[in-house]
């Protein structure tokens, strides 16, 4: 009983580390996050303004490896990493005010650790698709492959529903 007690400051160091590491903080949990299924996510960053508010300007967030984003991503989603987030996000992401972040298939941990990392960070609209890429191209969309051309617009208007009229581009640029 001594040694459970005793260990209790350890278990609670490393379940600190732990979230730090997985990018969660304590005061973000899986309940602050909104879930979106693909066609939801695609309809969130097509709805426009109101008369008396501007549309937001949206984009998708991969936040795996760069390696992970070259070997397929959603045309024209921006690549933070979630272990550089904290230092690239902000000049990342400016300009835009609408974030759906996104990983490999449905309960990714990295797509909600994310996406609470955004929120943290003071973020605000921040959503993420469930199903990752998985449910994204079983709905129909394309994933396309390699990066974003150096001043490649990562801009979210070009991403059409199945249907729409429109195919998903391969690759956007200026």
């Known amino acids: 009983m001594n040694a459970c007690i005793r260990a209790l400051p350890r278990l609670a160091a ?82 835009h005010d609408l974030f759906i972040v996104y990983g490999n298939a449905f309960q990714d941990p990295i797509a909600k650790a994310g996406a609470k990392r955004l929120i943290e960070l003071g973020f605000k609209e921040v959503y993420v698709m469930e199903g990752g890429l998985r449910a994204w191209e079983k709905d129909g969309y394309k994933i396309v492959t390699g990066t974003l051309p150096e001043g490649g617009n990562p801009a979210p208007e070009a991403t059409k529903a199945p249907g729409d009229g429109a195919e998903v581009p391969e690759q956007q640029v200026p």
Request: hydrophobic fraction near 40%; charged fraction near 25%; proline fraction near 6%.
């Open 14 to 95: 490393a379940t600190a580390a732990l979230a730090v590491l997985c990018g969660c903080d304590v005061k973000t949990s899986d309940r602050d996050l909104v879930m979106l299924d693909p066609p939801g996510a695609v309809g969130k960053l097509h709805e426009g303004g109101t008369l008396f508010e501007r549309a937001r300007r949206g984009c998708w967030v991969d936040p795996r490896s760069a390696a992970e984003y070259e070997q397929g991503h959603v045309s024209g989603a921006i690549n933070v990493p979630l272990v550089r987030m904290p230092e690239e996000a902000g000049a990342r992401l400016a300009g």
